[in-house]
């Protein structure tokens, strides 16, 4: 499981990228598209959606099951990853470049700061996903 240092993290397996001018880049974590595995269709939001704090924004499904995805930030989608819609399995072999699920402008930055660091986020799968 593959956690990078250089972003944030939700309880809701979703990372976030800072990138600049209020502008964030998000995805599935690793440890969640393990958890998913294969997936086989992506739903996402069109450009200008608003995007809300622990409300879905989109969903993944994999198998039978669908899964939603929640924002772990509030703001406006500024671009949608085609590619991902196109081929899935992108974030399955590149969860955190080539996967990545959408831009988005945040109304505030605390947004960001409220998220978990990958030391913690570590934590926390350990804590609340892996057997003892």
Known sequence: MLVLDELRYSEDHIWVRY??????TLGITDFA????G????VELPNEGDEIVTCEPFGSVECGR???????PVCGSVVSVNQEVIDNPTLV???PYKQGWIIRAKLYGIQDVDLLM???DYEEYILTNHLPT
């Open 19 to 24: 990138e600049e001018n209020h502008t964030v």
């Open 33 to 36: 598209q393990l958890q998913f």
């Open 38 to 41: 294969p997936l086989n269709y």
């Open 65 to 71: 099951l669908f899964n939603d995805l929640y924002a």
């Open 92 to 94: 399955n072999f590149s």
């Open 117 to 119: 660091s990958s030391d």
